[in-house]
């Protein structure tokens, strides 16, 4: 039980030394440790205009996918209601036909599907 424990702590550690491995070398190719730059990116993070760009893209990426959603959403209502209109059209034209031939045309579809 107690190897069980030891080899977990160890594996751990060595997960976080992987992970502080990773975030120094990201760090390092940001440059963040400088201080100069770390402060550039601050005042970059502070400025309206840099804020205003930031927020303009993420509501124009959110306008696109909202419209793409819709636009599929779209596609596929008009689809369905084409498929529909084609077989009542289909229906009707059939319904149509056969009733001319035999002569019934004038009465009501409920009488001439039902014979009453």
Known sequence: MH??????????THVLSCLH?????????????????AARLNKIKREPFFALQMNMHAVKARLC??????????????RAY????MGASVFTIAYTLDHRISGTFLGTKSQALFGT
Do not use: G, H, P, W
């Open 82 to 85: 084409c498929s529909k209109q």
């Open 21 to 37: 491995r990773d975030i120094d070398s990201v760090m390092n190719q940001l440059n963040l440790y400088n201080k100069t730059s």
């Open 65 to 78: 996918t909202k419209l793409s959603k819709r636009k599929f959403e779209l596609a596929n209502l008009e």
């Open 3 to 12: 190897f069980d424990v030891l080899t977990s702590i160890e594996a751990k």
